[in-house]
Nanobody
């Protein structure tokens, strides 16, 4: 198990930006961001595997969100630009030692953080 701590969430207006951070207790082969809105299933947003060489995004965030890593600090970032109300959710960081062919399958990720809330108002 890996200990993950997220930060950087907040309440912003549509069109604004936020930067989320996730600090891990050790290095991981794959780290990802998921989000879950009230009453909705948790969905994968972005992942960075193999020291950032395998990056994948949810279609609805492509061009607006950017995932990056600082491997020396065991930290994963998610830059959220041009936020929209539909981006409102609890954002979770997750870590995995292996992922399958489905890029952001929840069950592949064994370790999860407590989440950081992102709220976007119109």
């Amino acid at each position: 198990q890996v200990h993950l701590v997220e930060s950087g969430g907040g309440s912003v207006q549509a069109g604004w930006s936020l930067r989320l951070s996730c600090v891990a207790s050790r290095s991981n082969w794959c780290m990802a961001w998921f989000r879950q809105a009230p009453g909705m299933k948790r969905e994968g947003v972005a992942r960075a595997c193999s020291r950032g060489s395998l990056i994948y995004y949810l279609d609805s965030v492509k061009g607006r969100f950017t995932v990056s890593q600082d491997n020396e600090k065991n930290t994963l970032y998610l830059q959220l630009n041009n936020l929209a109300p539909e981006d409102t959710a609890m954002y979770y960081c997750a870590a995995a030692s292996y992922v399958g062919v489905i890029p952001l399958r929840t069950s592949d990720f064994a370790s999860w953080g407590q989440g950081t809330q992102v709220t976007v108002s119109s």
